[in-house]
């Protein structure tokens, strides 16, 4: 049972999977840095409101606090917007650049009389013996 929880561990797609979260958790720490740090605050000076959660509205005698729902939305909005413009675009961008292309030389043409595949320097088809130009 040990021996096989071992092979399981040290499986390589558990061990990229862990590094896969260790590196997420610390990404989404940086991310809320900067939502939180610099663009929230941008927007807050613009708007003239940086902060929702003191909004809230009451009925018989509970209070709906819509203000931190309003904010957990803005930030959720801005996190897929750095997300996408800082992270997203750039790698589609590298991936596009270094994306090998198939463009290789092709190196056999069809017979125009019984269309089987002949080397481009061939002058007669090897299968119907007739003359190419």
Known sequence: MIKGFKE???RGNVIDLAVGVVIGAAFTAVVNALV???ITP???AIV???DFSKLYFTINDSQFLYG???NSLVSF???AAVIYFFVVVPVNALLAKTKKTDQTVPTTKKC???LSEIP???TRCAHCTSTLI
């Open 68 to 70: 931190e729902f309003i």
């Open 8 to 10: 399981f561990v040290l």
């Open 112 to 114: 125009p009389e019984c």
């Open 36 to 38: 939180k740090g610099l």
């Open 120 to 122: 481009l320097a061939a």
């Open 77 to 79: 909005l801005l996190i």
């Open 42 to 44: 941008f927007i807050g």
């Open 48 to 50: 003239k409101v940086p």
